[in-house]
């Protein structure tokens, strides 16, 4: 089945400096969705990308869509430590009405102030 | 509207009894999806539901687990017996189609000992 994959696994950052983390898809992608799960909480849908290198941006976080649809990025600028948390990329699996995301392993942002 | 509600918020139970996880989505999605969340497994699909109809259960560890959709308003996971490696937290999730973004609930942290 589909494996969608995300590096780093951790990434700690000074606060004020920009942090990113990658999803590659073992197939192509009609479409990829964001999450964060901030420690101890729950998975919160952050964006949807639907198009070949479609580029969305909410405030400091830049979101980006491969143009083979089969990766994707996040990037965070200038990062806060209300950014902590767990990053998640998830990929469509399935046809038609029968269709479920597989989530990426995630990667954990450490802020230190 | 009140998101995805679960109960309870956590559970503590002896290996071999029944533990029974309860969800209730937001009205008018059409989906729900039951997650189990572990630091060595991630974020895994157990089984879910399209119109209260169960579409793909492979994800279910085994017999021990099962879960039902009597209405389009509550959902069940049950564990019968429970054993000490089902520890985990479990969330519900909802989404309006097979192409929205997923609510998370709050989750269920289970810890069977």
């Known amino acids: 089945g589909q494996q969608v994959m995300q590096i780093p696994q951790y990434q700690h950052v000074q606060e004020g400096e920009d942090f990113t983390t990658y999803c590659n898809s073992s197939t192509t992608l009609s479409n990829i969705q964001w999450y964060k799960q901030r420690p101890g909480g729950h998975p919160v849908f952050l964006i949807q990308?639907?198009?070949?290198?479609e580029v969305k941006k909410q405030k400091r976080l830049t979101f980006q869509f491969g143009e083979a649809k089969k990766n994707s990025s996040l990037h965070i600028t200038a990062t806060q430590t209300t950014d902590v948390g767990t990053y998640f990329c998830a990929g469509p699996e399935g046809t038609g009405s029968a269709r479920q995301l597989t989530f990426g392993s995630g990667t954990q942002l450490t802020v230190l102030p | 509207d009140a998101g995805v509600i679960q109960s309870p918020r956590h559970e503590v139970t002896e290996m071999g009894q029944e533990v029974t996880l309860r969800c209730k989505p937001i009205?008018?999605?059409?989906?729900l999806f039951w997650y189990r969340q572990t630091m060595m497994r991630g974020l895994e699909l157990l089984i879910y539901f399209n119109n209260n109809v169960p579409i793909d259960d492979s994800g279910m560890p085994e017999d021990r687990f099962s879960a039902k959709m009597p209405n389009a308003s509550f959902s069940t996971l049950k564990i019968q017996p429970s054993e000490p490696r089902d520890s985990a937290v479990y969330f519900c999730?909802?989404?309006?189609?097979?192409?929205?973004?997923?609510?998370f609930g709050s989750g269920t942290r289970l810890t069977v000992v």
């Open positions: 999730a909802s989404s309006f189609n097979q192409w929205a973004g997923y609510t």
């Open positions: 009205s008018g999605h059409d989906y």
């Open positions: 990308l639907v198009k070949s290198g």
